[in-house]
């Protein structure tokens, strides 16, 4: 099995390392090469602020929801892309995970179930961190109990309508 990357994905990673050694927060490196998956504290930064900041400044240079569409705020990147964009992206990945859910299921949901209104209304703000994604999420003990959420029935559909209700949508 060959592993090398193709021509179109060497170019592809050359601007995704381009684009990150330009772009990354390079004075957080090596307090995130040292923090575990899910287990982030930055001493002297508000993780979920860090987040959105690099989130959005992903989403402006194309670099967010990679997969989704390109009319939805996406790239409509190939799975390898995202691997490769992965790769490069590396420790900074971190910052962005509390969108991990909207990108990989709230987002792709109402792109196949929503309204186009709602599509376009709310699809590319929330691949930017406009239209911030909780950190928690309905699987979590957490979330609070006027959400409605701890039914073993509840759709994905039921909680992409309801966190409007509950985020910052100005």
């Known amino acids: 099995m060959n592993f090398d990357d193709t021509p ?6 050359a601007t995704a390392r381009k684009w990150v050694d330009a772009n990354a ?13 899910g287990r982030i504290r930055l001493q002297h930064h508000d993780m979920v602020e860090v987040g959105k900041a690099w989130q ?10 990679l997969h989704w569409p390109k009319e939805y705020g996406g ?12 790769q490069e992206e590396g420790v900074f990945g971190k910052l962005t995970q ?36 909780p950190v928690y999420w309905p699987w979590s003990s957490q979330c609070p109990p006027e ?13 992409c309508r309801l966190i409007p209700k509950y985020c ?3």
């Open 56 to 65: 959005k400044k992903k989403a402006e240079g194309g670099w967010a929801c």
């Open 98 to 133: 509390p969108f991990q859910i909207g990108e990989g299921m709230c987002g792709p949901t109402v792109m196949a179930f929503g309204s186009e209104e709602h599509k376009r209304h709310y699809l590319p703000r929330r691949g930017s961190a406009v239209l911030p994604m």
């Open 147 to 159: 959400w409605g959420l701890h039914s073993p029935r509840t759709t994905m559909m039921r909680t």
């Open 8 to 13: 179109q994905e060497a170019e592809f990673r």
């Open 168 to 170: 910052d949508v100005s």
């Open 75 to 86: 790239r409509g990147a190939t799975p390898i892309e995202r691997v490769i964009w992965q």
């Open 25 to 37: 927060p390079k004075e957080l490196e090596a307090e995130l090469s040292k923090s575990s998956l």
